[in-house]
């Protein structure tokens, strides 16, 4: 079935060393993919975002990947910090569902300082 | 403040009572989403709002959930005759638009609902 799903549930760093959260998706019709961060008690708060037109795209210490070809996505961010620790969220548009995001499960990231 | 609102925080109430829980987006944003997330789980969409098109219901579980919006900015999700499992985080999110370019969907810190 469709879905986006991700390869990992947890992933614990160190402080200073790179982060890379990974995403699978199914559905080859989808066209824009975004990345949250929650944080306990918090709503998500997005991060940053990619159209399918695209394979990859930068912001302040976050890069995005998408690979079309074996539908995957991934978030990497530099220099992780004490503050990146929350719970990461792929969620993808489809054409065909309108508006709507369809999210994955989430990963914790955990930054051991 | 400049972000989506929501109220309540948190709320519990008894099953089978109705509770009522209201949004309001960011200014000038036309469109606007509820989701819900279970404890330790994604979020799962409910319904969206864009200006004054017909709101897309595809998401709600049951005819126990409803949702308005009321001059094309704030608005009530509403749960009639509440169940133990409607208890989850509801949250709400806007976007300037919900149709043409994408737009990022941003959140509120939700409604924390418990049924007893």
């Known amino acids: 079935g469709e879905s986006v799903g991700l390869h990992l549930p947890t992933l614990s760093v160190q402080e200073g060393d790179n982060s890379i959260i990974n995403c699978a998706y199914s559905n080859s019709a989808s066209d824009y993919f975004i990345w949250y961060k929650q944080e306990s008690g918090k709503g998500p708060q997005f991060i940053i975002d990619i159209r399918s037109n695209m394979d990859k795209r930068q912001g302040q210490r976050v890069t995005v990947l998408l690979n079309k070809t074996v539908k995957h996505l991934s978030l990497q961010i530099a220099a992780t910090q004490p503050g990146d620790s929350a719970v990461y969220f792929c969620a993808e548009r489809k054409e065909t569902s309108g508006s709507r995001l369809t999210f994955g499960e989430g990963t914790q990231l955990t930054v051991n300082p | 403040g400049a972000g989506v609102s929501q109220s309540p925080s948190n709320k519990v109430t008894e099953k089978g009572k109705d509770v009522e829980l209201r949004c309001d987006p960011i200014?000038?944003?036309?469109?606007l989403y509820w989701y819900r997330q279970s404890l330790g789980q994604g979020l799962e969409f409910l319904i969206y709002f864009q200006g004054n098109s017909a709101p897309d219901k595809s998401g709600l579980p049951s005819d126990r959930f409803s949702a308005e919006r009321t001059g094309g900015s704030v608005s009530t999700l509403t749960i009639q005759r509440t169940q133990q499992e409607d208890s989850a985080v509801y949250l709400c999110?806007?976007?300037?638009?919900?149709?043409?370019?994408?737009?990022?969907?941003?959140f509120g810190d939700g409604t924390r609902l418990s049924i007893l």
């Open positions: 999110a806007s976007s300037l638009t919900a149709t043409g370019l994408n737009q990022p969907q941003h």
């Open positions: 200014s000038g944003h036309t469109a």
